[in-house]
Every structure is written in C-alpha cells, then in structure tokens.
Nanobody, 123 residues
C-alpha cells in the first residue's frame, strides 16, 4: 500500500506556472506508475499525465499540448507535475494516483489516490 499527498496548488494568473508535488510514503512507491488527474467543478474526472515506474515513459492528455511536464524523483519518493502557460480552463482539483491496473489513462486502473490540491487560474 502507498499513501499519496499532493501539494503546490494555488491561485495563479493565466499564462503563469505552478509545480504540483505528489509525495508518497511506503517502500513500494517505486513499483507504481503514477498518474495525475483533475476534476473541475461540475465535470467528470479527466486524465492529465502519467509516468512509468522507471520514469522512462510518459503519457499525456491531448489538451496538455507541451505545456506540462511530469517527472519523478525516486530518492524523494515524489512525482512532480510542472504546469506552464496555464489557462482558465485548467482550473480544477488535481489528484495524483498510483496505478495498479493496465490502462494509464483510465482512473479506474488506479487504486491509491491523494486528497487533491486546488488549482485556480484567473483570466
């Protein structure tokens, strides 16, 4: 089992940047691929990005379009989501999760979730 805690959210103007962190506890963190999802008010949860256990492969949602980067620091048991050129439509609660299933883009294939961090982008 792994426990995940997100941080780094906040209020930023459009065009600005934020770096979200997903800190994990548990010795098995390195065995999980990690994904980021988001859920805006009144909308369904959607996939943002994911990174494999080794960090060698990354997956992106189409709307990211080169604006975001995902990385992991094994020594710190942390996965980061660097978000640049933020838009008002990026406003949402962002969650990180540990993947236990097959599909990187399907939230149902992630068993362990953090509590989320709010990102608000003002236009």
């Amino acid at each position: 089992q792994v426990q995940l805690v997100e941080s780094g959210g906040g209020l930023v103007q459009a065009g600005g940047s934020l770096r979200l962190s997903c800190a994990a506890s548990g010795r098995t963190f390195s065995t999980y691929a990690i994904g980021w999802f988001r859920q805006a008010a009144g909308k369904e949860r959607e996939f943002v990005a994911a990174i494999t256990q080794s960090g060698g492969t990354k997956f992106w949602a189409n709307f990211v379009k080169g604006r975001f980067n995902i990385s992991r620091d094994k020594a710190k048991n942390t996965v980061y989501l660097q978000m640049n050129s933020l838009k008002a439509e990026d406003t949402a609660v962002y969650y990180c999760a540990a993947k236990t299933g097959v599909n990187y883009r399907n939230g149902d294939d992630y068993r362990y979730w953090g509590q989320g961090t709010q990102v608000t982008v003002s236009s």
